[in-house]
C-alpha cells in the first residue's frame, strides 16, 4: 500500500511544478463544510490541486488503516486521474468530485455489504480482496458475510481481555483464533499446503490491532 502513497504524491508533485505555478494553499480537510465553498473561489488550477492534496491527505490519514481495500482502490483512482489528465485541470476537477464522495462515504453502496456495520463492511472488503482474490484460497463453499462476523466478534472479544497488551504473543494467539474461524467458515486452501490461509489469518489479526479501538466498540454496542 505504501507505493500508492508513494506515486500519488510524485505526481501531485509533478502536476504542481513549473515556473507558472501559483503557491498552493494547503489543503482543507475533506470533512470541513468549508472545503467545497473555497474550491469555489479558487481558479481551476488550483482547485484541482487542491483537491488531489486533500485527497490524497484524506486517504494516507484517515482510511489507509481504517479501511486498505478502500484505500488501495481510489488511490489507484486518484492516480489514474493525475496521469492520464496531466494539465486539464477542469477535466480533473470533474473527475475528483466522485471520488471525493466516495473517500467521504463511511458506507459503500454495495448490496453484498447491505445490513453490515461500517466495520464489518470494511473488514468484508479486506477479506474479499485478500482471500477471494487469491488463487490459493477456495471461498467458494464460504459464506463471508457470516465469517466476517465472526472474525470481528472473536478480534474483538480477544482484544477486550485484559492479558492482551498488543505483543507478538498476543497478535499470534489472535492470528490464531481468526484462523480457526476462517476453517469453521469453510475457506480451505487450494491445495494441501495451508500457509495462504494462516498468512491471510495474520493479516486479519495486523488489521483488527491497528483499528482495536474500533473493534472495542462493537463489543459496547457503538
Known sequence: MRAYGRKVRALIAEHLEGPESD?????????????????????????????????????EERIKREDPEKYVRLSQRLEEILREMPGRFEEQIEAFGPLIEQARQEDEEDPRLAGLSPLEQRLYRLLDREAVENPDIDTSAADLRSVVGTVCDTAAHTMAKAAYQGQHQDLALLADKIRMDLVKGRLRPVCTEWTALRDLAERLAAYAAQNRASFLARLRGE
Open 23 to 59: 503557491q498552493v494553499i494547503a489543503p482543507v480537510s475533506l470533512a470541513s463544510p468549508l472545503f467545497d465553498e473555497r474550491l469555489c473561489a479558487m481558479p481551476p488550477r488550483e482547485a484541482a490541486a487542491e483537491m488531489g492534496h486533500a485527497l490524497r491527505f484524506h486517504l
